[in-house]
Nanobody
Framework: QVQLVESGGGSVQAGGSLRLSCAAS???????MGWFRQAPGKEREGVAY???????TYADSVKGRFTISKDNAKNTLYLQMNSLKPEDTGMYYC??????????????????WGQGTQVTVSS
């Protein structure tokens, strides 16, 4: 059974940093992994994706500030968030696709989701 558990969210002032983690179990070597976020009253949006080739892609709004990475030995996905802004506030979710997803770096993973971790950035 695939399980994804996010952690690392919290409240921070603008300009601060947070590191989100997504601990995975029930599988190894996913093809596509990524982070999404959803702000109150808004649709869920992709933040950053990575695939089995270690390629990455980012939403324009987070380029240069966020970094997605993974530790295959620990089966954990990370999102390092620096220079946080109030508009980064939202619930952050990790997601994975186990099978080949040729659109991974465009649309991100969709098959399995975590429960989310809240990030709140105050001005």
């Amino acid at each position: 059974q695939v399980q994804l558990v996010e952690s690392g969210g919290g409240s921070v002032q603008a300009g601060g940093s947070l590191r989100l983690s997504c601990a995975a179990s029930g599988y190894k070597s996913p093809y596509c992994m990524g982070w999404f976020r959803q702000a109150p009253g808004k649709e869920r949006e992709g933040v950053a994706y990575t695939n089995t080739d270690e390629s990455t892609t980012y939403a324009d709004s987070v380029k240069g500030r966020f970094t997605i990475s993974k530790d295959n030995a620990k089966n954990t996905l990370y999102l390092q968030m620096n220079s946080l802004k109030p508009e980064d506030t939202g619930m952050y979710y990790c997601a994975v696709d186990l099978r080949i997803n040729w659109a991974c770096l465009i649309n991100g993973p969709k098959n399995y989701w975590g429960q989310g971790t809240q990030v709140t950035v105050s001005s």
